[in-house]
């Protein structure tokens, strides 16, 4: 019994010993494949595979294979592409996979390690990347084979897989301008990632940097199904980079700055892409940005921005922005010459031919975004504008701007505050909301202190004006709305322009000041345009008129040269008719009072020799109730002093402005010194004035341009002085004028009608005046006797009657009633002692002549019958009989002598007012017979 089972022991033996003898052999060949063929055949294989499907040159400097670790490692591991040029390399790869899941059918690497990988990649100028050319170049296209059949994932885990010390070399060449960015180190780790669904999702930490520039990324991934969660951050992304990358899709230069960007997020695909993300936030560092060709400074920069808050959901269709923080801002915006604004310019013209996108569903929900709002500290704006003459510019600083919440709906009124400070000097503040659909506009705004100067090249658009100083304040409220078209809104405020100081920008003349301006309150209406103003206070205003040596005002040239005549078609709607233009002007306007104090005029005429000034000051007073749209009955009522002594007061009712409603005004001056206006009576009249004072009484009517104007002019005690040479001066005997016109009182009291179209250019007030009374001074001295006034019309003779009398022929006898007239011209001449009365003893040779011979004959008691007279009488007339030389020369000068003794003896004239001249034998003959002696009338 004991053999068999012995034998049997002895035949297991050698089974036995050959099957570990076979798993020895096994073992030893798995071993030699694992640690030598392997790495063998990888050393080989690989660099011919790589060869083959990308055409590089691959080399491996040490490969090992652990089979019973499951190990592999490949060290010294470099490609180069076909031009010879590194595309990838490796200093060591170690891989390590897990045994027993292998058995489950499961590709486990408990450990896959990189260190320090190499790789370029180029984008190339088409678009594409060096790694799918050389691809496409090993595998050149073929006819199309059949989609294979989808087939799942294997089933891989990767339990811990690392990048260490990893460099990307990233060449760009799609752009105009190549660039290199090297990212180095590239780390990444990679946690339990699996290709089936385990429950449990990998995780991974991703960090990358390029100098300064980092990527950070963490969270956790799966692919069945496609999903990830986690954080990202991109830390201090350099100007340069962003600008290689953005600048073929904005119109700006990304000349600085550095950007962080950081957001939670969650992304799936699930029939569809699905991206949240949350806490998402920007900030920018040192941002500098510029018009696209501009060789200037940045147009904006900012010291930090930040965006907070930020949440998107692709699926949603919706974009949360939490609050926009700005700080330091500043900003520079030009208006080229052309009207454009640079930073508007910049941008891509819109066509409006192009198709609509197609790109969104119809039936997808509207995009939903919003902004919990803006914050600017510390900013600054600068404007510059080219289109005026000379080029304005403009500064806002330390402007603060708070503006509220902001969604796509735009319906929902907007908070907002600004404040900022004018470089030139002011500050202004805004404080209200704002609806942006429709547009509708609350705000209360103020400023104050601002320099007006600032804005003097848009002044010098208008007007050839320079502003020398002033300051504007205001303070009101603004409403505006856009629900219907057009435009409607209020102002409601007050405005105040102190210390203005406006002259002439060539010689820098003063033209116009003032102390203080103040409007209040001020009511405008944009739509229909209305402007009511409660109050006008002017103080201290201050006017300086000079009419130049070339006969100009210097306000005629304030206006710009070559203005449009914006009047001609006001002028020409009238003169069609059209009542419409005058009732319903563009702008209705009224101010209930206009309030003068203390103002001042100074008037200087450089035309004349030497130049004449006068001063109008203490000028107070008010208008009451000025508007442009009838019926309106205004109130003008105002004082002053000319000249330092005359007392002016110029009152009156206002119709409404530009309608033809009566405007009648008053101007009264008294007491004003004559010897002030002497350059203008040299030139007018050819003298000087010594002495004199000067009243004026004007009554003037006004209706529509139509004028009616009573000039009553007063000169007391005037007294002329040495003699003016003078072209324009007038040709007439003046003193003579003034002296006809002058009273007993030694006052000249004349009125001066004028009547005419003010629209007529031809017209003007002051020259009309001056002309009538110049005329009237012609006429004086034309004929001087009918301007004896009082004394004419008492009397009942004519002028011409007064200025001559009768004698009996052959005697100094007086015609009948010629007593009479020599007792009125007497009156006159006690009356006006300035006037010289020139006595000419006249005979007629024949009526005289016959008279004398008549009597010579009775004196020499020779009868006389009517044949002997007529004989006498021919001969005489026939020269055949004389008198004595000396009788019709020595009737003449008696009857001169009888004139100048009547005068001064019995009627009182003083001798030196009557002066007797050369006899002359050439008077004339009445109708009655009798010789008529004229006399003339002189002044000293």
């Known amino acids: 019994m004991k053999e068999p089972a012995v034998a049997a022991r002895r035949s297991s033996r050698p089974v036995a010993r050959n099957l570990a003898i076979a798993v020895l052999v096994l073992i030893l060949v798995y071993a030699v494949a694992g640690f030598l063929v392997l790495p063998w055949w990888l050393q080989r294989a690989l660099p011919d595979q790589v060869r083959q499907q990308l055409g590089w040159q691959l080399e491996l400097a040490d490969v090992r294979a652990n089979p019973f670790a499951l190990t592999l490692e490949v060290a ?174 904005i119109p700006y230069e990304l000349r600085d700055g550095r950007v962080t960007v950081s957001t939670d997020y969650e992304w799936q695909m699930d029939g569809g892409l699905h991206l949240v993300t949350r806490n998402g936030e920007v900030s920018v560092a040192g941002l500098a940005l510029a018009v696209s060709g501009a060789q200037e400074a940045p147009g904006l920069t900012v010291a930090d921005l930040t965006l907070d808050g930020i949440e998107f959901d692709l699926a949603g269709r919706s974009l949360r922005l939490g609050t926009l923080s700005l700080s330091q801002p500043e900003l520079q915006v030009s208006r080229l010459a052309d009207g454009r604004i640079d930073w508007l310019a ?119 004006l320079a502003i020398a100083g002033g ?199 008294s007491d004003l010194s004559l010897p002030v206006l002497s350059p203008y009576f040299g030139r007018y009249l050819g003298y000087s004035v010594d002495s004199g004072k000067l009243d004026l009484a004007l009554d003037y009517d006004l209706a529509g341009t139509r004028i009616d104007a009573s000039n009553q002019v007063l000169m007391d005690r005037l007294e002329l002085g040495s003699a003016v040479a003078s072209d324009e001066a007038l040709k007439a005997p003046v003193k003579l004028g003034l002296a006809l016109l002058t009273d007993s009182d030694g006052v000249i009291d004349v009125n001066l009608p004028v009547s005419g179209d003010l629209s007529d250019p031809s017209f003007q007030v002051g020259q009309v005046v001056m002309r009538a009374f110049v005329n009237l001074l012609v006429k004086a001295a034309a004929s001087p006797f009918s301007m004896l006034g009082s004394i004419v019309e008492m009397t009942g003779l004519t002028g011409e009657d007064l200025g001559q009398v009768r004698f009996r022929p052959g005697s100094v006898a007086l015609a009948d009633g010629e007593a009479a007239k020599l007792a009125a011209l007497a009156e006159a001449l006690r009356e006006r002692p300035e006037l010289l009365l020139n006595v000419r003893g006249a005979v007629a040779p024949e009526a005289d002549g016959l008279a004398l011979l008549r009597e010579s004959l009775a004196v020499a008691g020779q009868p006389v019958s009517d044949t002997a007279w007529a004989q006498a009488r021919d001969a005489y007339l026939a020269g055949a009989r004389s008198l004595p030389p000396e009788a019709l020369n020595n009737l003449a000068q008696a009857r001169g002598l009888a004139i100048q003794r009547l005068l001064t003896e019995s009627h009182g004239v003083p001798a030196q007012q009557v002066f007797l001249r050369d006899p002359s034998r050439q008077a004339e003959v009445g109708p009655a017979g009798n010789v008529i002696v004229p006399f003339a009338l002189d002044a000293r």
């Open 471 to 669: 300051t504007l304040a205001f303070d009101g409220d603004l409403d505006l709305d856009a629900q219907q078209s057009p435009l409607t809104g209020t102002f409601n405020g007050t405005a105040e322009v102190q210390a203005l100081r406006l002259t002439l920008p060539d010689g820098g003349d003063r033209l116009l000041a003032w102390q203080t301006l103040r409007l209040a309150p001020i009511e405008y209406n944009v739509h229909p345009a209305r402007l009511e103003i409660g109050r006008v206070t002017l103080v201290a205003p201050e006017a300086n008129l000079v009419r130049d040596t070339d006969g100009l005002y210097n306000v005629a040239r304030v206006p710009v040269a070559g203005e449009a005549d914006t009047g001609g078609s006001d002028r020409a709607a009238a003169d069609t008719g059209d009542a419409g233009a005058t009732a319903n002007p563009a702008l209705i306007f009224r101010i209930g009072e206009l309030q003068v104090e203390n103002g001042r005029v100074d008037y200087t005429d450089r035309t004349l020799a030497p130049a004449f000034t006068t001063t109008l000051d203490a000028l107070n007073g008010a208008v009451v109730g000025l508007s442009n749209i009838p019926p309106q009955q205004g109130q003008v009522a105002l004082t002053g002093r000319v000249g330092g002594v005359g007392e002016l007061t110029f009152n009156g009712t206002l119709g409404a402005l530009g309608s033809d409603d009566h405007t009648q005004l008053k101007l009264r001056l």
């Open 76 to 249: 010294g591991l470099s490609a180069a592409d076909a031009d010879g040029e590194p595309v990838l390399s490796l200093q060591q790869l170690r891989v390590n996979l897990g045994f027993w899941p292998l058995l489950g059918g499961t590709v486990a690497m408990q450990e896959v390690l990189l260190r320090e990988p190499y790789l370029r990649l180029d984008v190339l100028a088409d678009g594409g990347i060096n790694l799918a050319r050389d691809w496409q170049r090993q595998h050149p296209p073929t006819e199309p084979a059949a989609e294979p059949e989808p087939t799942g994932l294997p089933r891989i885990l990767l339990e811990q897989a690392a990048i260490e010390g990893g460099e990307l070399m990233v060449r760009d060449f799609s752009q105009a301008r190549p660039e290199t960015f090297r990212i180095q180190p590239l780390d990444l780790s990679l946690q339990d990632f699996a290709t089936w669904p385990r429950g449990e999702d990998g995780n991974y930490y991703l960090l990358a940097a390029a100098g300064s520039q980092t990527l950070e990324w963490h969270g956790s991934l799966s692919l069945e199904p496609l999903y990830s969660h986690g954080r990202l951050r991109l830390a201090d992304i350099r100007s340069q980079t962003l600008a290689h990358f953005l600048s073929a899709h």
């Open 346 to 464: 910049a941008l891509p013209a819109s066509d409006s031919t192009a198709p609509a996108a197609t790109g969104t569903a119809a039936d997808a929900p509207p995009f939903r975004w919003s902004l919990d709002g803006v914050q600017v500290d510390a900013g600054r704006l600068d404007w510059r504008d080219q289109m005026p003459g000379s080029e304005a510019t403009l500064a806002l600083a330390h402007l603060n701007l708070s503006l509220g919440g902001l969604d796509d709906r735009l319906e929902e009124p907007v908070p907002y505050q600004l404040d900022a400070d004018l470089t030139d000097g002011g500050r202004l503040a805004l404080r209200g909301q704002f609806t942006p659909r429709p547009f509708n506009l609350e705000t209360s705004v103020s400023g104050s202190g601002i320099e007006l100067a600032a804005f003097q090249p848009y002044l010098s658009q208008g007007a050839n």
